[in-house]
């Protein structure tokens, strides 16, 4: 099963937007709606903060939000703030009952 | 209160079989749609998941790994272990183990264990 595809790096302004993309295939990513992203700061476990492509859990800001086309999902952080900035991870789970993740996106708030 | 904790040798020869051990609490994993899933990360890069065991007793394993993973679950002690044999250099990593209930994320985790492979 190979990693789902995110993009190395992205940055933005504090109060800007961005989004962060995670391409799969049909027998993950589009293939079913188990897309999750999770927030890890350096030395620290990850957080969750969208399950099910586009669903919160309880505690986690509204800034952040989840969607998927096709074999893409991408989570996007509004009003960003220096606390965001962390390395983002995508997973999905698989035809062969697996779960993937994606390489990962360090986000840098500049 | 859900934690879990990680526990097990912070160093290992190649060759030799890694031992982990997941404490829980918070939680019973006799509870329907409960799971835990084993999930490593090497130094500087992406998280990868290794395995999982739900309440019922069902285990799902890397594909890429599954030859060398084994799990299992103490209910009664509120355990799970993980074991994966012949062990290498590349199989250093933070070790972390992590909670799912009828879904696919993991919304609690472990500190995470780093085990390094080396003679």
């Known amino acids: 099963q190979s990693a789902l595809t995110q993009p190395a790096s992205v940055s933005g302004s504090p109060g800007q937007s961005i989004t962060i993309s995670c391409t799969g295939t049909?027998?993950?990513?589009?293939?079913?709606?188990?897309v999750s992203w999770y927030q890890q700061h350096p030395g620290k476990a990850p957080k969750l903060m969208i399950y099910d492509v586009s669903n919160r859990p309880s505690g986690v800001s509204n800034r952040f939000s989840g969607s998927k086309s096709g074999n893409t999902a991408s989570l996007t952080i509004s009003g960003l703030q220096a606390e965001d900035e962390a390395d983002y991870y995508c997973s999905s789970y698989t035809s062969s009952s697996t779960l993937v993740f994606g390489g990962g996106t360090k986000l840098t708030v500049l | 209160q859900v934690t879990l904790k990680e526990s097990g040798p912070a160093l290992v020869k190649p060759t030799q079989t890694l031992t982990l051990t997941c404490t829980f609490s918070?939680?019973?994993?006799?509870?329907?749609?409960?799971?835990v899933s084993w999930i490593r990360q090497s130094p500087g890069k992406a998280l990868e998941w290794l395995a999982r065991?739900?309440?019922?007793?069902?285990?799902f394993y890397s594909t890429s790994l599954k030859t060398r993973l084994t799990i299992s679950k103490d209910t009664s002690k509120n355990q799970v272990v993980l074991t994966l044999t012949n062990m290498d250099p590349v199989d250093t990593a933070t070790y972390y183990c992590?909670?799912?209930?009828?879904?696919?994320?993991?919304?609690?985790w472990g500190q995470g264990t780093l085990v390094t492979v080396s003679s």
């Open positions: 065991i739900d309440w019922d007793n069902d285990k």
């Open positions: 992590a909670r799912g209930y009828s879904s696919s994320n993991f919304d609690y």
């Open positions: 918070g939680f019973s994993l006799s509870t329907t749609g409960m799971r």
């Open positions: 049909s027998s993950d990513v589009g293939g079913y709606d188990s």
